[in-house]
């Protein structure tokens, strides 16, 4: 049984897991303020181009979300996400959990643009309601998209002109980074967004994620916010080990550009036997469309998510490739989908 279910389900690249080994008994200070974890901000600092920004570590997304955003908000605003958006389906309601709301837009494409923000102020206004703040997004998307230069552009002098926070979740920075159709940098987050964050788990770390606060008004006392919302890990050097090894060199860009080839592979295979897609993905997620008759099959083998029925007949399904995805693996996929096929 292969699975492509995810891109969190190998553990760790070898070399994080050497340098951990290696400095498994040196005694580092605690909360993020160890020789590894400095040393990593500011490689990151270098890498993203910018001095003036705020870098903190943390275990996992939604931790990441929850803190900043609840940080960022007044206790009367809320975000607003595409419907598709992590914070409204696959948090647990963490956000609404820290008293703020989130608020719902309905998209094709998993992206918010200007137009479909200002639905969401059109809605809200006055004080009976919550007061939209905050404009959250993803890169990719939950559903594999990805933001094009322009598309961030044009939300980011939108959000500055309604004075919203622009803040990008970057789970699954690395792969639309390093989609072929990508033509953003780590720099234009940080000039477009007013926060945004860097994530390793699903990109060859064993955990953690990289918040990048951009905006000056937003990074007062933020250590007071994630020590209070428990996130500030005693072991911070386990994080802070994890970003020097993936950002000292290319690795994290690497490891993603391989997650990448993996899904284009898929991609090549399953368009050479005519299936269509739920969306077009450049990313490392991809959304077939297969006969259930198929996919009833294909479990045999594989771990894959059904995403949606499509009709009576089919369905659409997630595969995802990660950093460490098998070659041999996709095309045996491949294989077993032209016989069944």
Known sequence: MYSFKNDYS??????ILNTLLESNLEQTEGYGEDK??????????????????DIHFFVGG?????????????PHEAAIAANTGHILVHETGAIEATGHKAISVTVPDGKLRPCDVQLALD??????MVKPKLVYISNSTEIGTIYSKTELEDLSNFCKEKKLILFLDGARLGSALCSTDNDLSLSDLARLTDAFYIGGTKNGALLGEALVICNDSLKEDFRFHIKQKGAMLAKGK????????LFKDDLYFELASHANKMADLLKEGIDSMGYKYLIASPSNQIFPIFPNSVIEKLKGNYSFIVWSKVDDNFSSIR??????????AVKDFIHDLKTLS
Do not use: C
């Not at 190998?10 to 070399?15: K, N, Q, T, V, Y």
């Not at 490689?43 to 910018?50: D, E, F, H, R, V």
């Open 10 to 15: 190998e553990g760790a690249h070898p070399r």
């Open 36 to 53: 590894y974890s400095l040393k990593a901000i500011e490689i990151l600092k270098s890498k993203i181009q910018n001095d003036n920004i």
């Open 62 to 74: 939604t931790q990441t979300n929850l803190t900043a955003i609840s940080a960022f908000l007044r």
């Open 123 to 128: 809605e809200h206004t006055d004080e009976h």
């Open 238 to 245: 386990v994080l802070g080990i994890q970003f020097l090894e």
């Open 319 to 328: 595969l995802v490739t990660s950093w460490a995805t098998n070659e041999q």
